[in-house]
């Protein structure tokens, strides 16, 4: 029974690893390709997801669906397990990798959509009918669901309109699949939207809803915000000392430095004065005076939100796949 428990939890953990696998964590330089066969492993470990370059269409038995409505069911499969596994275990054993048994697909990908031919012929059948595209189970890419009426809602004067669309999926290609497989490598950021919310929770920085600012003391701010950058290397995107202080300086630079005048104005200047404002932002450079504190920093929502990219994202299509 312990076995058995352990089995099950143990193939349970490797459905839930497979269905997490992206694009990203794939390793693309140990990419194998055989017999129309293709495996690209998880980066360190040899499992990955098998694509096939060829694939053949199968029509299942029209099935009832409820009392006045049927269904059949056009799936697309990998041409080379049509009539036994031979060549795919002999792929799995010859380059000793492991297949996910998962259908990593791009979003875009064109998952077994109905031809013009079958939807004309349909209507022609048919005053009613509904089609529905999915992704399939694996070894199947993908699914398409014909969803029709019972004969006595045929258009006039059709006979048998069941047996002649099950001629015709039978006789024709009736869905179209196409996929562009790309390697993706994410863009390094640093994660300024993150830090920006630590320092406002630490109380470095606080916001300003009417000016949609955040600001803080130039010394607090400089002294948490490298201090994050030395003990969460991840947000800042370093992996080096020398990467700490570029990336720490590339962040600081988003904010703008202020001086905040301390000194009250006398009696005759308030008179003759019409406003007085407390803090000016600098435009030009600034001496900088024996007593940080007299310095605020200061940036915008809008910009405060936005990540800093160090290098941006990169997409390779690798191969297609089409039917």
């Excluded at 096939?52 to 006045?68: G, I, V």
């Excluded at 999915?134 to 809602?153: A, R, T």
């Amino acid at each position: 029974m312990k076995k058995l428990l352990a089995a099950g939890l143990a193939s349970l953990a490797c459905y839930s690893y497979a269905e997490n696998i992206h694009f990203s964590d794939l390793d693309w330089d140990r990419m194998v390709q055989d017999n129309g066969i293709i495996h690209v492993p998880v980066k360190e470990l040899n499992k990955g997801p098998i694509w096939y370059q060829n694939y053949y269409q199968k029509s299942l038995r029209p099935t009832r669906l409820n009392r006045n409505t049927k269904v059949i069911w056009v799936t697309l499969n990998p041409s080379i397990r049509k009539d036994n596994n031979e060549i795919y275990y002999d792929f799995l054993n010859n380059y000793d990798v492991v297949d996910a048994k998962i259908n990593l697909l791009p979003e875009d990908a064109k998952l077994c959509e109905p031809s013009e031919a079958l939807v004309q012929e349909l209507e022609r059948l048919y005053t009613v009918h509904k089609l529905e595209s999915f992704i399939g189970g694996y070894p199947s890419v993908c699914k398409l669901k014909i969803i029709y009426p019972k004969e006595q809602f045929a258009n006039s004067g059709i006979e048998h309109p069941e047996q002649q669309l099950v001629e015709f999926l039978n006789s024709n290609q009736v869905v179209n699949f196409h996929a562009d497989i790309a390697s993706k490598v994410d863009p390094i950021t640093i994660s300024q939207p993150d830090i920006i919310s630590i320092l406002a929770k630490d109380n470095i920085l606080t916001f300003d809803e009417e000016k949609q600012t955040y600001s803080g003391k130039l010394p607090d701010f400089l002294y948490s915000s490298l201090k994050l950058a030395i003990n969460n290397p991840t947000l800042f995107s370093t992996a080096t000392d020398q990467q700490t202080k570029e990336h720490w300086q590339l962040f600081i630079n988003n904010f703008n430095l202020q001086v905040i005048n301390q000194d009250k104005p006398s009696p005759d200047e308030e008179v003759n004065s019409n406003t007085t404002e407390e803090t000016e932002t600098v435009t030009e450079p600034v001496t900088i005076p024996n007593k940080l504190v007299e310095f605020n920093v200061e940036i915008d929502q809008e910009t405060a939100l936005k990540p800093i990219e160090l290098q941006a994202g990169q997409t390779t299509t690798r191969f297609s796949i089409s039917f």
